[in-house]
């Protein structure tokens, strides 16, 4: 196409100069023979719509076969053949069973039977995109066509196709997240004290734990990892904390995760499974952590802060997917799901559990624990 351009403007620049080189005559020509020129230089003139051409190059109708899960209503697409079509890249973590997705320089980020899409490190209100395995490779719901790659489609159910139209407007128009990625490695404690100064405690008259198994850090040796957020106990923070102890969603946001139909360990046994999964490998995999954490609400604040409440016994029915809050909207109660308190039902180990993190990093990996508690107290206090 761009060789086409060049011969064209080449060739009418030509043109240009001899005619400017040759010498002005005054002919008489005839009616006939000057419409019968006219109508020449107009289809001389007449230019290949070349917008039109790259268009039609540009919009490539993609198909995809779908597939499907036994039990489960869904259907599900590969990621190796979205990938492969769509010009993008993917990495799967078999252990953690979490998917990084890059496409067209969006990326996004999965983890396995979790209902959230993280998208450029902020999370997304959406619970109809799910990662699965089959067969050890990764599947996503096809809802992340149109929720994530923002792009209608057509799905054919008896033919298990599914179809749209990939085009570059598409990708023009992709939704901007709004925010700008900061370095969090480069952020002092005060500093990052000012980052995170927007927010207010989740519980009422709550003070942070100075109980270094409390924070931030701290080894978790039952699981073979460590403690990526903050515990509220009653006994360490200064209030009483039962089932009926509302927590607060601490700032302007929107929810981005509502466990309303949460499922805890139905056994010892069945928990223990996971745990061993963990002696196994090192280390707590992603999935297994999320489902020790229990039944949760997640809510996305400003400038790419996100909070996990955990461990909730409770859900208030009117909070929603998408929802906005604000720091006095109660989004869940304090309980023990997820710990083996909930598995014996006794009641024990009630604590809000909440995890900070920024574009998707725990705020507070570069720092020491000390320096960790530091940020916390200065917080909330």
Partial sequence: MKKCLITLFFVTTLVGCQNQEQPEEQTEIPDGASNQNNSNNEKNN?????NQESNN???????????????????YLSVEEVTENLGGDYEYNSTDKS???????????????????????VYIPSDEITLKEIDGDPYVSKEFIEQGLETEYTYEEEEELLSFTWEDEVIDAWASTGQTEVD?????????????????????????????????????????????????????????????TPIRAMADGVVVRVDADFDDYPSHEIRN????????????????????RGKQVWVQ??????????????IPEELELGQKVDEETV???????????????????????????????????????????DILSQLFR
Wanted: proline content about 4%; hydrophobic content about 30%; charged content about 25%.
């Fill in 184 to 244: 969090i490695s480069s952020l002092s404690v005060s500093e990052m004290i000012e980052y995170l100064s927007f927010l207010q405690e989740p519980i009422e008259n709550a003070s942070v734990s100075t109980v270094e198994s409390h924070l931030p850090g701290a080894p978790r040796i039952y699981r073979n990892g460590y403690h990526e957020g903050i515990d509220w106990y009653g006994y360490s923070t200064g209030t009483e904390i039962t089932t009926d």
């Fill in 273 to 292: 499974e996971d745990l061993d999964v963990a002696g196994e490998v090192g280390y707590t995999p992603e999935y297994i952590l999320d489902r020790l």
């Fill in 301 to 314: 604040y400003e400038d790419g802060v996100m909070s996990r409440f955990a461990h909730l016994d409770s």
């Fill in 46 to 50: 007449e230019v290949p719509d070349l």
């Fill in 99 to 121: 998917l990084t997705l890059e496409i067209e320089g969006r990326e996004f980020y999965f983890v396995y039977e979790v209902p959230v899409m993280e998208v450029d490190g």
């Fill in 57 to 75: 190059v540009e919009q490539e109708k993609q198909e995809f076969k779908t597939h499907s899960i036994e039990g489960d209503e869904e259907v």
């Fill in 331 to 373: 989004i869940g109660y304090v309980g023990n799901s997820g710990t083996s308190g909930a598995v014996d039902d006794d009641g024990s180990g009630l604590h809000l559990h909440q995890d900070l993190l920024i574009y998707g990093e725990l705020f507070w990996e570069p720092y020491s624990l000390e320096e960790a508690h």
